[in-house]
């Protein structure tokens, strides 16, 4: 059984950091293209970052370029985001999903995802 498990969430002032866990069991990150989203409420979930291990890819949001950086530990099988300068509008719940090797450009469709985690919140004070 493949699960994804989100952790790192919280509550942050406007300008702060926080870093993101994506911890998955069943599958092997390094095998997978790994993506994070974020959905506000009202709002549609949108793709954030994708991290590709298997030829060093990674993709942003043009929302988040230079302030979040995703990246991977393959011996502990987890993806992080580091976000850094955070503003009210990151204000999300966040979720990691996973799909085997998908080398297409549109990482952002999360229709192309076969696995999802449950998600994390993060609040954003400003």
């Known amino acids: 059984e493949v699960q994804l498990v989100e952790s790192g969430g919280g509550l942050v002032q406007a300008g702060g950091s926080l870093r993101l866990s994506c911890a998955a069991s069943?599958?092997?990150?390094?095998?997978?293209?790994i993506g994070w989203f974020r959905q506000a409420p009202g709002k549609e979930r949108e793709g954030v970052s994708c991290i590709r291990d298997t030829d060093g890819t990674r993709f942003y949001a043009d929302s988040v370029k230079g302030r979040f950086t995703i990246s991977s530990d393959n011996a502990k099988n987890t993806v992080y985001l580091e976000m850094n300068s955070l503003k009210a509008e990151d204000t999300a719940v966040y979720y990691c999903?996973?799909?085997?090797?998908?080398?297409?450009?549109?990482?952002?469709?999360?229709?192309?995802?076969?696995?999802w985690g449950q998600g994390t919140q993060v609040t954003v004070s400003s």
């Open positions: 069943g599958i092997t990150v390094g095998d997978y293209t």
């Open positions: 999903a996973a799909v085997f090797r998908y080398y297409g450009s549109s990482w952002y469709e999360k229709l192309i995802y076969s696995y």
